[in-house]
Structure formats: structure tokens, C-alpha cells
């Protein structure tokens, strides 16, 4: 079965620079989540889309800003990397018309900020 | 998850059974999930409860809700070496947002 697909799997920067991380739903999945991992935390959600519009925004920096698609992928842009953003970054994908009651998750992207 | 809080530690004998249990905060949350997450990889959606229903059971997974006490529990049968990993629970908000209990550990000795 198709899962949900993250590029990079593993991306490092150095403080102050820029990083863009894509998701690609499942097909058939219209929303998209973003969640932050940091080290031995648990995710903490970041922000999410629904049929190409914002759905729902939670703790995600000023620095940081996404968008999906009309394909409904989804990109999170990052800049002025600082060390604290280092973590995984997962994104999450729900079927249509289920209004996120499922939530598939992908392998996510490491980030390291050095 | 300041909201949803679970013990973090549970170690467990291979063929034993496994009970994971967690605590939400918000009544109005209408799914509750639990997810396994293995070291270095993504979450897996293990099985997830509508708040109406009081139990869910799917192979050696059973799920138990007290929605008066807003107690959520996890129980795998004839846990296996495999079944160690951290599980997390979580509740859903109106807009699908998912919040995060920090996780137990689980860890299956033979």
C-alpha cells in the first residue's frame, strides 16, 4: 500500500540557513499535517492543510511557513535555521472526507542544525 | 502533551500481556489513537476509538475508554519481542490536530 513519502530523509544546515522540506500525501488523501519531533519529546503539532487552504495553526515559528499544492503536496519552508529546530519532521496525511480521523504518518525528515 | 499523559515506562515478559494506560484532558475530543513509534522511525497508527464506544478490540490490540474518568488504555496480548517500542497515545481536536501524550516505553524481555 502507498504510504505517505517525506523528502530529504535526513538534511543537515547550519544555523541561519534555509531549509524546504515536501510531503507527499497518500493518494487520495486531501489533508496534510505538519508535526515537530524534538529529541525524546513527543510531535508536537506545527500546522495543517485542508484542499489546498490552512486548516489549523499550532505552535510553529514565524520563521517557518507551508503551503500544499494543488497535486496537495505540501512544503515546509524554513528559515534562519537555529540549533533548537533540530528534530523529526513528520507529516501526517488523512483520506477525503474523513476530516483527519485517520492519520497516516510518514518516516519523517531529520533535521540537523549545526 | 502537557494534556494527555501517559507512565513511561512499561517493561513486560515475551507472552505476557501488555497494558498501556494514558489520561486526556479535553471532553470534547471525539477520536482517541495510539501509535507505536520504533527507534529512528515514523509513527504507526496502530488502531484509534471513537469517544462514543467503550472498548475496540482488532487481533491482540484492545482498546478500553472511560470517558467519564477520560482513561484511555492499550492492551496487547501475547506481547512479543517485537511489540517493544514507545507507544503514544493521542487525542483529536475538532480540526484534526492530534495531541501527543510523551510516550511510554515499552520493553519486551524473553
Known amino acids: 500500500a502507498a504510504g505517505v513519502i517525506q523528502s530529504p530523509r535526513h538534511l543537515i544546515k547550519e544555523k541561519r540557513e534555509t531549509a524546504t522540506l515536501k510531503c507527499y500525501p497518500i493518494p487520495r488523501h486531501d489533508t496534510v499535517y505538519w508535526y515537530q519531533q524534538g529529541p525524546g519529546q513527543d510531535p508536537q503539532f506545527l500546522i495543517s492543510?485542508?484542499?489546498?487552504?490552512?486548516?489549523d495553526k499550532g505552535s510553529i515559528p514565524d520563521r517557518f511557513s507551508a503551503q500544499q499544492f494543488s497535486d496537495y503536496h505540501s512544503e515546509l519552508n524554513m528559515s534562519s535555521l537555529e540549533l533548537g529546530d533540530s528534530a523529526l519532521y513528520f507529516c501526517?496525511?488523512?483520506?477525503?472526507?474523513?476530516?483527519?480521523?485517520?492519520?497516516?504518518f510518514g518516516p519523517g525528515t531529520r533535521l540537523t542544525v549545526t | 502533551g502537557e494534556d494527555v499523559e501517559q507512565s513511561l515506562f512499561l517493561s513486560v515478559r515475551e507472552g505476557d500481556s501488555s497494558v498501556i494506560n494514558c489520561t486526556y484532558t479535553d471532553s470534547s475530543s471525539t477520536y482517541l489513537y495510539w501509535y507505536k513509534q520504533e527507534p529512528g522511525a515514523g509513527l504507526q497508527l496502530l488502531t484509534y476509538i471513537f469517544s462514543n464506544m467503550d472498548m475496540k478490540q482488532d487481533q491482540r490490540l484492545t482498546v478500553l475508554l472511560n470517558k467519564k474518568d477520560k482513561h484511555l488504555s492499550l492492551r496487547i496480548a501475547d506481547t512479543q519481542t517485537g511489540d517493544s517500542a514507545i507507544y503514544f497515545c493521542?487525542?483529536?481536536?475538532?480540526?484534526?490536530?492530534?495531541?501527543f501524550g510523551a510516550g511510554t516505553q515499552v520493553v519486551v524481555t524473553p
Open positions: 501526517a496525511s488523512s483520506p477525503l472526507g474523513t476530516g483527519g480521523n485517520e492519520q497516516y
Open positions: 493521542a487525542e483529536r481536536n475538532s480540526w484534526g490536530k492530534l495531541q
Open positions: 492543510f485542508y484542499e489546498k487552504m490552512q486548516s
